[in-house]
């Protein structure tokens, strides 16, 4: 049994580390990444780097590696990768299951901005702050390029590119973060609004708690929509009972039940 998980978020490699803790006789498993990270960390398992050429590229990559099991792992805010897969799995006739970590919710305290695109957080941006930790991505940067008022702290994995805001300093670091870290980055720099992406996730939350123990507002970027009649679950635990249950069944891979154990309602 062949699966492919399409990666590049934890919970990918939470859901390779545990097939690969399982053991399961004969089952083979692939991890994909999209290759935006020089020195990504590598889960167990066979891996393939770079896109597929669209929905026909990753369909006809699930029909010659004799795909059976494909698992869209891939982050929240990767909206086109989702698609493809849902489009590519019916027409290759592989079943299909979505593994997304629940987004984030406000709490007491909060002072949240909800935006639906980076644009519209670049649009309410100037009225909530003058020093801003962005922490939506090197590659959304060109949404904040036009803002000459605010001073930006960008944090990001890889040294993002232009165009970018023209007053800012880059900050090279990835996840898990603390909140003692944040605290003090946010005091250090004197930051007094927060940019950041509905992630979701314990690794990124930590700059939430420390905005709201600061009472700073934070602009929340709404996450993309995903494709409808997916089944989704939010553990990487759920993900590796479907691929168990399929392997213990032996079923044909057009007998394997789509319901995972829990579905997750957005
Ligand atoms: P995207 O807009 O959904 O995807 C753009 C193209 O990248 C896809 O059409 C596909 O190319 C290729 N691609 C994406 N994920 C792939 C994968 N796992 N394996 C092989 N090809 C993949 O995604 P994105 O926002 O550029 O993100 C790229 C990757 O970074 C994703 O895998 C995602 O999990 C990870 N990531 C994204 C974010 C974010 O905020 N967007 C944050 C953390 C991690 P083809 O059409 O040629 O197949």
Redesign the pocket.
């Known amino acids: 049994m062949h699966v492919l998980i ?4 934890t919970e990918a490699r939470r859901l390779a580390e545990l097939l690969a803790a399982e053991r399961l006789p004969g089952l083979r498993v692939t991890n ?3 290759g ?1 990270v020089s020195a990504p960390r590598t889960p167990p398992g066979e891996l393939r780097v ?5 929905v026909e ?2 369909a006809a990559w699930l029909r010659e590696h004799t795909v059976d099991l494909l698992v869209d792992a ?2 929240p ?6 698609f ?1 897969a849902a489009d590519a799995a019916a027409t290759a006739r592989v079943p299909l299951l979505a593994l997304r970590r629940p987004g984030w919710r406000p709490v007491e305290g909060d002072r949240w901005h909800e935006a639906g695109s980076l644009t519209e957080a670049a649009a309410v941006l100037p009225a909530l702050g003058r020093r801003v930790f962005l922490t939506t ?1 090197r ?1 959304g940067l060109a949404a904040f390029a036009g803002l000459s008022g605010p001073w930006f702290l960008v944090r990001t994995v890889e040294a993002p590119g232009e165009p970018r805001p023209p007053r800012m300093e880059v900050l090279l670091d990835r996840g898990p973060f603390t909140v003692g870290g944040e605290r003090e980055l946010l005091r250090r720099h004197r930051i007094d609004v927060l940019v950041t ?1 509905d ?1 979701g996730g314990a690794a990124t939350a930590p700059k939430l708690t420390a905005a709201r123990e600061a009472g700073l507002p934070v602009v929340v970027v709404r996450r993309p929509p995903v494709p409808g009649g997916v089944p989704v679950v939010a553990e990487p635990g759920q993900a590796a009972g479907w691929v168990r249950e399929a392997h213990a069944r032996r079923l044909p891979p057009d007998q394997v039940p789509l319901t995972p154990p829990r579905r997750r309602s957005r």
């Open positions: 399409l990666g590049g978020t994909s990444l999209a935006r770079g896109g597929f050429g669209g590229g990753l891939t982050h805010f990767a909206g086109t990768i989702g493809n991505g590659l992406k992630s």
